[in-house]
């Protein structure tokens, strides 16, 4: 059984940043992809930013130029730097890792 523990959430005011992390119980090489995900209060859940293995890197189109996802799988952990923070990416941070295994999330509250 393979646990993922996000961390770094908090609030913050509107421009500001928050480095998420995401610790894996075992090592991260075995998988190909990882992401994290967000749930904005009431809405559903949607993709932020995914990178494979190899190192191929995704991003929503509300987030480009402003969030950086990475890996180091020496370290079996996923991180997403957020800069330029706006109120409307207050949600709650989910990391995930195929095949289908899931934090429990981490909340990110942003104020105007």
């Known amino acids: 059984q393979v646990q993922l523990v996000e961390s770094g959430g908090g609030l913050v005011p509107a421009g500001g940043s928050l480095r998420l992390s995401c610790a894996a119980s075992?090592?991260?090489?075995?998988?190909?992809?990882m992401a994290w995900y967000r749930q904005p209060p009431g809405k559903q859940r949607e993709l932020v930013a995914s990178i494979t293995s190899g190192g191929n890197i995704n991003y929503s189109d509300s987030v480009k130029g402003r969030f950086t996802i990475s890996r180091d799988d020496a370290k079996n952990t996923l991180y997403l730097q957020m800069n330029s923070l706006k109120p409307e990416d207050t949600a709650v941070y989910l990391c995930y890792a195929s095949d289908g295994y899931w934090g429990q999330g981490t909340q990110v509250t942003v104020s105007s």
């Open positions: 075992r090592s991260t090489f075995g998988f190909y992809i």
